[in-house]
């Protein structure tokens, strides 16, 4: 059959054509159908602004042949049109059995494929399928009303209440999960209510359900999926038969990992106590936990609890004291206190804290400045260098190992052939994602082009990528002079090397002077400067005179590199070059609405950067086709590594206005240089440490706060600075979030610790919500012997009236 006959009409028409043809005239057919798939479903601008797929139309009609032709493992079948389940189920039918359910694993993620997938496996033409990806897609399902409630929906979908109860003790994970589904439809559309209903009228069984709400609490999911069936069992409205029954179940939980978990215990058992059929003996055997777990309410609760029950059955005044004693070292000042209390006690008094004096660190100018401190270790054979590009490909946000892989292939004179053979499959597809970063296809392009394929060389780019595409361009055509090569982690050059190597190639090309100047180190240039008076070529003044030797009358590309290298803080390097750098840039930061109305954080530095089309300061400039560059900007950070202050003000703003759990790691791009090799931040760089302290996002947190750790340890950033940096975020603060972090600080460093709550609090309203935890810490590392407070912190705390626990934490404060 001639292709153009069997693509015509509607694709269950195609199909039933397909399916007549043997498997002879079908396999013939595969290579023009696969052509006529990749040709109508290309995506191209249809017209100006307006962008589709080719033909979409010939593209659904090949993709439809394509179901009944391809091999069962062939993973384009993932990438295929899918017009109806009525067409996967025509295409599992013709399989053998063997092959359906390989099929049908592949696809039970889409949605369309999900419904004919059930119903086959419904009518026993199918095994059955239990995966990850099938019980997501309940969720799909549920998303798609009709008009109809979900309780209607689930009680006429066959067997809908059956697998209902097996969803049920699923986790899941994103938003296939009840409790991220739930959030964001109507109550008519969301599970807990189709539950209360279906249980209403008999339809479920509600005490399977109660008990099944508790067997979940018990296997720690995550907080925001656990609370769900907390919420639930309490939308049951159970009876006091039944809290009675599952008493010791609600006893059982006060040892959950989780707060809230642990808080729905103590209420539950409270309750149980109200009605007077509480097992007190139980209750206490598991209260201590409670008592000594975070938050402060469910702790109180614990202890009125085991007061309570102390008090009506003296015999157990022992089993009460356990409570009362876990709580002798709770977080919160008025939980000890209530602890201390009831226990007769003093308590005891918290250890002193050695006196450290902890400076404000300035930085250094730049030409005082240590830069040259861990030297980048280049691999030399054709196994490490496969080693370090095969990294990269997993991980192309290293960006101090991309420079090493660079320096180790020119340095390389055996072929590396063979040595990157196992990474030709996973970068040719890299290389082919249409829509992938552009450095990782940069990447793959070089391996490629070093393992033998025929690749097309990057083109010339501008911005920060120009360097990375002339060296990369220059290892492919094998005319490499890597004059720029860094020699020092953080993309630092040692200016003697880059002398001595322009000794041995005075013309060497523009690009890679330019970058070599672009990295230039401050250590050793008056040393570098007297072995560039032997200089020749094209680019020895402008040498010279990046280094501190005469000015120069040039005005290109590598004259404003020089005049970079020289006055890394002059806004303007045209100026410069005149000999005006102007005052050094400084910068300042601000909390507030952009032009969309969203908040955002924004560094800026003064005066604004006069950028001319040069690659440097991170400066992007449009192109007719630009490329996508992802979201990380590690690399940017070491083509230039004057430009680490830009790319931390860059993180930070990032960080602040992209705050999800599951998200780009732009932390990648600016906090492990603190890690590895520590220096004293700027201002761009403690905003990005106070504004890491304060996400939710507990990679970037993790981070951080390492990052602030090991600066503290080592003397390198100011206590006040970074508590003034936290200031500048104020009404955005969570202090029942960022309490918990400074706590970890100050265990470490409770001098330090206190000197940033000194410099934080002034900023804070005092009605802000939650300062009480920034208080009560404060008071516990005054009390310790960290230090006082300012006087500007007192007459602060005069501001706090009346009995709420920030008045109470700032009484205690002010003594």
């Not at 479920?204 to 296997?219: P, V």
């Not at 999926?225 to 009675?244: F, K, N, S």
């Not at 780019?461 to 020092?488: C, D, F, K, N, Q």
């Not at 200016?495 to 060497?508: D, G, K, Q, T």
């Amino acid at each position: 059959m001639q292709l153009n006959a069997l693509l015509t009409g509607q694709p269950a028409d195609v199909l039933t054509r397909t399916l007549e043809l043997s498997p002879a005239e079908r396999k013939a057919l595969l290579p023009d159908l696969l052509a006529a798939f990749k040709d109508g479903s290309e995506f191209v601008e249809i017209e100006p602004n307006t962008y589709g797929a080719r033909n979409p139309i010939r593209g659904e009609q090949a993709a439809t042949a394509l179901w009944a032709i391809l091999p069962a493992g062939d993973p384009l079948l993932r990438k295929l049109w899918l017009a109806s389940p009525t067409i996967l189920e025509r295409v599992l039918r013709d399989r053998p059995l063997a092959e359906r359910k390989s099929i049908a694993l592949r696809m039970i993620g889409h949605q369309t494929a999900w419904k004919a997938i059930r119903r086959m496996v419904r009518d026993g033409d199918l095994e059955p399928i239990r995966t990850p990806e099938y019980h997501a897609g309940w969720f799909g399902w549920a998303g798609r009303s009709d008009g109809k409630p979900l309780a209607e929906r689930l009680r006429t979908e066959p067997e809908g209440l059956t697998e209902l109860w097996e969803l049920l003790t699923l986790e899941g994970n994103g938003d296939a999960s009840f409790a991220a589904y739930d959030k964001y439809v109507h109550d008519e559309n969301k599970f807990s209510t189709a539950l209360l209903e279906l249980t209403g009228t008999g339809e479920l069984d509600r005490t399977r359900l109660l008990d099944l709400t508790l067997d979940i609490l018990a296997r720690d999911f995550a907080a925001f999926r656990a609370q769900w069936y907390a919420a639930l069992h309490e939308a049951l409205e159970p009876t006091p038969d039944e809290r009675t029954a599952a008493q010791n179940r609600y006893a059982r939980l006060c040892g959950s990992g989780l707060p809230r978990t642990v808080s729905f215990a103590v209420k539950s058992l409270s309750l149980v106590d109200k009605q007077g059929t509480l097992d007190g003996e139980v209750a206490l055997q598991h209260l201590p936990a409670a008592a000594a777990g975070r938050g402060a309410a469910t702790a109180k609760l614990a202890l009125r609890l085991a007061g309570r029950i102390a008090d009506r059955r003296p015999e157990l005044t022992d089993l009460a004291n356990e409570v009362f004693e876990a709580a002798l070292t709770h977080e919160a000042s008025d939980v000890r206190a209530l602890a201390t209390a009831r226990l007769g006690v003093t308590p005891d008094a918290p250890a002193d804290i050695e006196t450290v004096v902890y400076p404000e660190p300035v930085r250094p100018p730049w030409h005082q400045r240590e830069t040259l401190t861990l030297p980048l270790e280049i691999p030399d054979t054709p196994a490490a260098i496969a080693e370090a590009l095969s990294s990269l490909l997993a991980d192309p946000d290293q960006a101090d190992l991309f420079l090493a892989a660079l320096d180790g292939i020119h340095r390389v004179e055996a072929d590396l052939t063979d040595a990157l053979k196992p990474l030709v499959k996973r970068a040719t597809k890299i290389a082919g994602e249409k829509y992938g970063a552009a450095i990782p296809k940069l990447l793959a392009t070089l391996v490629l082009g070093l393992s033998g394929r025929d690749v097309t060389h990057p083109p010339q780019v501008e911005g920060w990528r120009r360097s990375l595409h002339h060296r990369i361009t220059a290892l492919l055509e094998g005319t490499a002079v890597p004059v720029s090569a860094a020699t020092h982690q953080g993309g630092w050059l040692d200016p003697v090397v880059f002398v001595s190597r322009m000794l041995e190639h005075p013309e060497a090309p523009e690009d890679d002077v330019a970058d070599a100047l672009l990295r230039l180190a401050p250590d050793t240039r008056p040393e570098a400067l007297t072995l560039a008076s032997a200089l020749t070529g094209p680019h020895a003044d402008t040498i010279r005179y990046a280094l501190g030797g005469p000015s120069i009358s040039q005005t290109g590309w590598t004259a404003l590199a020089a005049a970079r290298a020289r006055h890394p803080e002059a806004a303007d390097p045209v100026a410069a070059l005149r000999g005006e750098p102007g005052t050094p840039m400084t910068w300042s930061a601000k909390v507030g609405p952009n032009a969309y109305d969203l908040e955002e954080l924004d560094i800026q530095e003064t005066p604004e950067i006069v950028s001319p089309k040069a690659p440097w300061l991170g400066v992007l400039f449009d192109a007719p086709d630009p490329e996508w560059l992802g979201f990380t900007n590690c690399h940017e950070a070491v083509s230039s590594p004057y430009d680490r202050d830009y790319v931390e003000a860059m993180v930070a703003g990032n960080l602040f206005f992209n705050d999800i759990e599951v998200g780009y790691p732009v932390e990648k791009a600016a906090l492990p240089p603190f890690l590895d090799r520590p220096s004293i931040p700027g201002f761009p760089g403690t905003m990005l440490l106070a504004t890491t302290l304060a996400l939710k996002r507990p990679a970037a947190v993790q981070l951080g706060t390492d990052a602030v750790l090991t600066l503290l340890d080592r003397k390198m950033v100011g206590p006040r600075a970074l508590g003034e940096a936290l200031g500048i975020l104020g009404p955005h603060l969570i202090p029942t979030r960022l309490a918990p972090r400074l706590s970890t600080i100050a265990n470490e460093h409770p001098i330090a610790a206190l000197s940033l709550l000194d410099a934080l609090l002034p900023a804070l309203a005092p009605d802000h919500r939650g300062v009480f935890a920034l208080l009560e810490l404060t008071a516990d590392l005054v009390e310790r012997g960290a230090g006082p407070i300012s006087s500007e912190t007192k007459e602060w705390l005069t501001r706090f009236k009346g009995s709420s626990k920030a008045a109470k934490a700032a009484s205690r404060l002010s003594r």
